[in-house]
């Protein structure tokens, strides 16, 4: 009996502890994802970490007309982000046409500064994309494959980002 009360005593007291510590469970969780990315990435510097895989993650969600099938203009839609000027990150779009002759690039600038660096996704269920929204302006920035857990996973690695280049 005495080993049971233990048990359920032990079990609840880590409960009761990560609910007044929850800030300090956040910013513990926060190294740990950078360390992790910095240590898959060979790399000291925690922008650098957060580019590589920003631009890795829009790599394997990129919107390849593959996916698109019985859409009229199906067109694959690729994505890269770099720094700008002092904080400022550009995100370069490029569209190809199914058949590979229609290609059309643009790069975005935006300014980190004065913004939520939280990034938002939407994934409509009946369609095969997701929209990531501009913290700034809530306009559409990038569409990506429709993945929840790949949309998730990006609007994380890009809020990191946001806040690593808003430190300056």
């Known amino acids: 009996m005495a080993m049971v009360l233990g048990g359920a005593l032990f079990v609840a007291m880590p409960a009761v502890a990560s609910a007044d510590d929850a800030a300090t469970l956040q910013g ?3 190294v740990a994802y950078l360390d992790g990315l910095k240590r898959l990435y060979l790399t000291d510097n925690e922008r650098q970490a957060l580019l590589a895989h920003s631009n890795a993650l829009l790599d394997t969600y990129a919107l390849r007309a593959g996916y698109q099938v019985g859409q ?3 067109q694959d839609l690729l ?5 700008g000027a002092a904080g400022e990150l550009i995100l370069r779009e490029e569209s190809r046409g199914a058949e590979g002759t229609a290609i059309s690039v643009r790069n975005q600038r ?3 500064f004065g913004i939520d660096p939280f990034i ?3 994934c409509p269920a009946g369609g095969v994309r997701c ?3 501009n913290p700034g302006d809530g306009s559409p920035l990038l569409t990506i ?4 857990q790949g949309a998730a996973e990006l609007a ?3 809020s990191f980002l946001i806040r690593n280049v808003q430190k300056g």
């Open 120 to 122: 938002r996704y939407e």
């Open 156 to 158: 994380k690695a890009l």
């Open 28 to 30: 513990a969780e926060q």
């Open 72 to 74: 009229a203009q199906r």
């Open 110 to 112: 935006f300014s980190v």
């Open 79 to 83: 994505y890269r982000i770099s720094l």
């Open 145 to 148: 494959l429709r993945d929840h």
């Open 131 to 133: 929209v990531l929204i």
